[in-house]
């Protein structure tokens, strides 16, 4: 059974027009990340969260942001989606206690956004 | 900066041929390392990790060796099968940290 969920997997927007990316988890974990992921390039970590503090990465785009109302849910909104913005989107989670040492990330199948 | 350099690919072998996947590591302090796999269709996953210098990471018929005198971290397997073609990701993190550094991923195809 699926842990990490994201929704949709496929997503086509305007550019332009904001969209919101979703992911949820059955884990109960306290850090959930989000990545960009562009074709053959290395995932690029956008942001986390730690329960619910906010940690942006120094070079995430202001046109990138996240909302995570509750343990189990966060989004990722682009404000206004440009052409380079098309990418693999990846939501993880982790146990966070004593960092990925210890434990693993649990990785989402990713939601696929063409910008048109 | 933190980063990792993975063999670009595709790498494609027959069945039950020997698998090398390079991987190399740039870090401040002490990594740790990772091999996260993604089979099609499916989100990526932890195949194997090594915490300190000289550990072996192993699981499936996957090995990995944490050589910190050659920052390397490469992934071996005896004899592939056609179930492990996917895209393999080589990864690090640093002490106690909670975030990925990743490689660009290698897609392994292997024919029967």
């Known amino acids: 059974d699926a842990m990490v969920i994201q929704n949709p997997r496929y997503q086509v927007t305007q550019f332009g027009k904001p969209v919101t990316l979703s992911c949820s988890q059955t884990l109960n974990h306290n850090v959930m990340y989000w990545y960009q992921q562009k074709s053959s390039q290395a995932p690029k970590l956008l942001f986390h969260?730690?329960?619910?503090?906010?940690?942006n990465e120094a070079d995430t785009p202001d046109n990138f942001q996240s909302r995570r109302p509750n343990t189990s849910f966060c989004f990722l909104d682009i404000r206004s989606p440009g052409l380079g913005d098309a990418a693999m989107y990846l939501c993880?989670?982790?146990?966070?206690?004593?960092?990925?040492?210890?434990?693993?990330?649990?990785f989402g199948q990713g939601t696929r956004l063409t910008v048109v | 900066g933190n980063s990792v350099t993975q063999m670009e690919g595709p790498v494609t072998l027959s069945e039950e041929a020997f698998l090398t996947i390079n991987c190399t590591y740039t870090?401040?302090?002490?990594?740790?390392l990772f091999w996260y796999v993604q089979y099609p269709g499916e989100g990526l996953q932890l195949l194997l990790k090594a915490t300190k210098a000289d550990d072996k990471g192993s699981n499936k018929g996957f090995e990995a060796t944490y050589r910190k005198e050659t920052t390397s971290f490469h992934l071996e397997k005896g004899s592939v099968q056609v179930s492990d073609s996917a895209v393999y990701f080589c990864a690090l993190t640093l002490e106690y940290g909670n975030k990925l550094v990743f490689g660009a991923g290698t897609i392994l195809r292997v024919k029967s």
């Open positions: 993880a989670t982790s146990s966070g206690d004593r960092g990925l040492m210890d434990t693993e990330a649990f």
């Open positions: 870090a401040t302090g002490y990594p740790s």
């Open positions: 969260y730690y329960d619910k503090d906010f940690n």
